[in-house]
């Protein structure tokens, strides 16, 4: 078990659902990230907080939207999503902006 | 745009051999090169390299970086079925928040057989 927790471990989703996926990290960490990975495509990142505030967004499609809570809680809401979309969602946390990322053990999510 | 290429993209040996996975990457401003393991789902952190520290070691497991040649090579001595998996790197540049800019190779799969 990872101090980096996801929920749920697997998601099936219509194109008109609307559903979350939530990250806890109990590492104490300052930072926390959302990556997509596909397969045979390197990880992406999707968003960075740190210190519940949004660092970067990289042009991510707005039927993503995340949400920071507090330092310890990161939430992707998800609506209208595409079958592309379908994924390994992995959520991670660092201490700082330069310090090795910790990954939870993802959400594997298929669109229908 | 940076960039990180891994190679070979998978390799398949025999328990106790040893093995060399290479990543090669273009930054801007290189800070750290990172490599990771991925058995299943989580990536789990193995060695940070940089500029002042460019060779890491943990037990079978060694790492370094040539700043040179822009490459890092990770070797597995003595290898068991249990380092089958899928090993990552990442490179990131001085920046106002480095791991934003942190890129990631498609990985290379490691399989060992018994």
């Known amino acids: 078990e990872t101090g980096v927790t996801q929920t749920p471990r697997h998601l099936v989703m219509g194109m008109t659902n609307k559903k979350s996926l939530k990250c806890e990290q109990h590492?104490?960490?300052?930072?926390m990230y959302w990556y997509k990975q596909s397969a045979k495509k390197p990880l992406e990142l999707m968003f960075v907080?740190?210190?519940?505030?949004?660092?970067e967004n990289n042009s991510v499609p707005s039927r993503f939207s995340p949400e920071c809570p507090n330092s310890s809680h990161l939430f992707l809401h998800l609506h209208t999503l595409q079958p592309e979309d379908s994924a390994l969602y992995l959520c991670?946390?660092?201490?700082?902006?330069?310090?090795?990322?910790?990954f939870g053990n993802g959400t594997r999510l298929t669109v229908t | 745009e940076d960039k990180v290429v891994q190679s070979p993209l998978s390799l398949v040996v025999h328990e106790g051999d040893t093995v060399t996975l290479n990543c090669s990457y273009e930054?801007?401003?290189?800070?750290?090169l990172l490599w990771y393991k991925q058995e299943k789902k989580a990536p789990t952190f193995l060695f940070m390299l940089?500029?002042?520290?460019i060779e890491k070691k943990s037990g079978r497991l060694s790492s370094i970086l040539d700043k040179k040649e822009l490459s890092s090579i990770l070797n597995i001595t003595a290898t068991q079925t249990g380092d089958s998996a899928i090993y990552l790197c990442?490179?990131?540049?001085?920046?106002?928040?480095?791991?934003?800019?942190?890129?990631f190779g498609t990985g290379t799969r490691l399989t060992i057989i018994p």
């Open positions: 991670a946390s660092s201490q700082d902006a330069y310090s090795p990322l910790h």
């Open positions: 590492l104490g960490h300052n930072a």
């Open positions: 907080y740190s210190l519940e505030e949004r660092v």
């Open positions: 930054v801007t401003n290189f800070r750290s």
């Open positions: 940089t500029s002042s520290g």
């Open positions: 990442a490179v990131a540049p001085i920046s106002n928040f480095g791991n934003e800019k942190l890129t």
